[in-house]
């Protein structure tokens, strides 16, 4: 798969990165708040200009000198960023002038041997263009005067520029790789996961609660399969979530889990087994994707025996029975233990979300569940299945057709799941069966 250019945006915080990268892709991809330092780690978007397809990174204000831990891991995050552009856009704020770390940020980005584009953003008002003349005293170019919040100003003539030799693709291809989507509740070690998976600190790994506040997207190649993995922020209960940028946050994980292929159920083995567990996976089975539950800080059990995980799986059973279609991996992203496991049974779950049954064998399935166990009368009226067939995948979702839909019950449906399960498989994923009404014709 050919490369895209890719484009990192940097500056320092507040001066509307994440709004401009909202613009840029037109949707409302980034959290955006007053608040400076809301955008902590790298995220990558794909972004289409003139039929000219590049990666934007969106990355957190840069504080040069600023000694606090997170602040510390921002910066590395932005430097790390401008390693991997091709081109770098140095954002400011029009409104505010020149500031004091304006130049330190400046004289960072001389150092690199990438070409530098200084915008200057929140000019909002037409007449303001004249604002941009403060910042020739950065010396890192000739500034162009935006508004990304209106998309006015010289947005269009910034993109010509960093485009200009960037190459159409004529023939762009179909990208097959597999999202998983890394969820769970704050602290189990979503982040750690990643940053192991990617033998890079791909993502700010902190001990405090919440570090995590966008969904993280990064690609990576395991055996000649290219994958997706989403870090998430973690979920917490409804209740003690705060308005604003954690709430959005939260939206966003809930979000990236209707938007992959699998997800990745994170547990705290020193933790057990959580209501808010419980309530994620629920998420997940609902919005019909491929799961895999992961045991993570397994390195932290002791006194492990030879029957710990079986011990550990049955519990999983009792607390949540409707996970059992979902395989289990226990892991340590501290030691690595088993998690490419992640990558393995995230391609078995995906294959099984996708597979199509026939709608021969499917019928000679139901047909013979029905024989074997016929659901009781109601009513001196007994379901009569007249005909089954598949019709969708992702989950699989299957249409049975019968005499009365009222007479196909709950628990009928999930003897027909298990039937379906022990004959064709669906390894990880949820099955859908719902049921049409019609008349039985007779010649």
């Given amino acids: 798969m050919k490369r895209k250019p890719i484009v990192a945006i940097v500056g320092r915080p507040n001066v509307g990165k994440s709004t401009f990268v909202n613009r840029l892709v037109g949707a ?11 955008t902590r780690d790298r995220i990558y978007f794909d972004v289409e200009w003139q039929n000219k397809v590049f990666t934007c990174i969106d990355t957190g204000g840069i504080v040069p000198g600023d000694e606090d831990e997170i602040m510390l891991s921002i910066f590395d995050q932005a430097k790390i960023a401008c390693d991997e552009a091709d081109k770098i856009i140095f954002l400011v704020d029009g409104k505010e002038g020149v500031n004091p770390v304006d130049y ?23 007449n303001s263009q004249y604002m941009t003349s403060d910042f ?15 998309g006015s100003g010289g947005v269009g003539d910034l993109l010509d520029l960093i485009t200009e030799d960037f190459e159409i693709d004529e023939n762009p291809e179909k990208d097959e790789t597999i999202k998983i989507a890394i969820v769970g509740r704050p602290n189990a070690g979503k982040s750690s996961i990643v940053n192991a998976l990617l033998n ?10 919440g570090t995590t506040r966008d969904s993280i997207d990064a690609r990576i ?48 083995a020193t933790q ?53 279609f979902a395989p289990k991996i226990y892991i340590s992203a501290v030691t690595k233990q088993r998690l490419n496991q992640i990558f393995e049974k995230a391609q078995e779950v995906y294959e099984q979300s996708t597979k199509r049954v026939s709608t021969g064998l499917l019928n000679k399935i139901v047909n013979e569940a029905y024989t074997l166990n016929p659901p009781q009368s109601v009513k001196n009226k007994r379901l009569k299945i007249l005909y089954s067939t598949q019709i969708n ?51």
Avoid: M
Avoid at 139 to 148: R, V
């Fill in 28 to 38: 409302r991809n980034s959290i955006v708040d007053d608040l400076p330092g809301v």
């Fill in 104 to 126: 330190d940020i400046a004289n960072i980005l001389r150092q690199t041997d990438k070409p530098v584009f200084l915008a200057v953003n929140k000019l909002d008002n037409p």
């Fill in 136 to 150: 020739y005293s950065l010396a890192i170019g000739e500034p162009i005067g935006i508004s990304a919040l209106h």
């Fill in 200 to 209: 890079e600190e791909r993502v700010i790994v902190s001990d405090i609660s």
């Fill in 221 to 268: 190649n395991y055996k000649d399969k290219e994958f997706v993995i989403v870090d998430t922020a973690g979920i917490r209960k409804k209740s003690k979530v705060d308005w604003g940028v954690e709430k959005f946050a939260v939206d966003r994980a809930i979000r990236s889990i209707r938007d992959c292929d699998v997800a990745v159920l994170v547990i705290d």
């Fill in 272 to 324: 057990g087994i959580s209501d808010q567990d419980k309530k994620i996976s629920s998420i997940i089975t609902e919005a019909g994707k491929g799961l895999i539950v992961a045991i993570n800080k397994w390195d932290l059990i002791e006194d492990k025996k030879s029957n710990t995980i079986n011990q550990f799986d049955k519990k999983l059973a009792n607390d949540i029975p409707f996970l059992d």
């Fill in 393 to 443: 995948v992702q989950p699989p979702t299957f249409i049975i057709f019968a005499n009365n839909a009222d007479l196909l019950k709950d628990h009928y449906k999930r003897y027909l799941e298990n039937k379906l399960r022990e004959a064709f498989g669906f390894f990880g994923t949820p099955i859908r069966i719902s049921v049409r009404e019609r008349k039985d014709k007779k010649s």
